[in-house]
């Protein structure tokens, strides 16, 4: 079974700062996605950025940046010029394919706060 | 574009009781998944409904079911309420076609739950 893991409770970072937020992962799968998602207070699942195992190249957006290695099974993210509306918690997700169907494993979440 | 939207927000039940929460999926979606989100834990993935039927399972008793109306439209079923059942319930939906490239989930803001 497939299983992901965020092993930073808790992480800080100054306004304008880079942060890199790291999440691990296990599967025996060859092709497989990977998404960061932001939850803030308010509650809903925002899509960061998402990354296809078998592209090589990082999945870049905007300030948001993924370190991809696929044989380390590493999947990190980025945040570059962090601004105090990224303060929110953080979920590494994999997205498992088993009946025909998909879904998300999640790890359990990284809380980003920015400080001012 | 609305997204997803889930009704209530928040509910306050006794262990024992049945709850039944509501989520509509984004227009143009076809699938709804239910995740648990216990404090401080990433979303489990409850069930996933498309045309109507469940598609795939995660690890709750039979006390979890659900049903997915001719509109997309689904609903969470809890019986027998017990105090770990205390949690938010996330709804997400997708189109069955993009997931299969990789676009990943919609979801709501939850339903908090609290057993008493």
């Known amino acids: 079974a497939q299983t992901v893991t965020q092993s930073q409770p808790e992480m800080s970072v100054q306004e304008a700062e880079t942060v890199t937020l790291s999440c691990t992962y296990d599967t025996s799968e060859s092709d497989y996605y990977l998404f960061w998602y932001k939850q803030p207070p308010s509650r809903q699942m925002i899509l960061v950025i998402r990354q296809e195992a078998y592209k090589q190249q990082n999945a870049t957006e905007n300030r948001f940046s993924v370190n991809f290695q696929k044989a380390a099974k590493s999947f990190s993210l980025k945040i570059s010029d962090s601004q105090l509306g990224d303060a929110a918690m953080y979920f590494c997700?994999?997205?498992?394919?088993?009946?025909?169907?998909?879904?998300?494993?999640f790890g359990t979440g990284t809380r980003l706060k920015v400080l001012a | 574009d609305a997204g997803v939207t889930q009704s209530p927000t928040h509910l306050i039940k006794t262990r024992g009781q049945q709850v039944t929460l509501r989520c509509s999926p984004k227009s143009g979606h076809d699938t709804v998944s239910w995740y648990q989100q216990a404090l401080g834990q990433g979303p489990q993935f409850i069930f996933q409904y498309y045309e109507e039927e469940e598609r795939q399972r995660g690890n709750f008793p039979d006390r979890f079911s659900g049903h997915q109306f001719p509109n997309y439209s689904s609903e969470l079923n809890v019986n027998a309420l017990l105090l770990g059942d205390s949690a938010l319930y996330l709804c997400?939906?997708?189109?069955?076609?993009?997931?299969?490239?990789?676009?990943?989930?919609?979801f709501g803001s939850g339903t908090r739950l609290t057993v008493v």
């Open positions: 997400a939906s997708s189109l069955v076609v993009r997931a299969e490239v990789g676009y990943g989930y919609t």
């Open positions: 997700a994999y997205r498992s394919f088993t009946s025909g169907t998909y879904k998300y494993i």
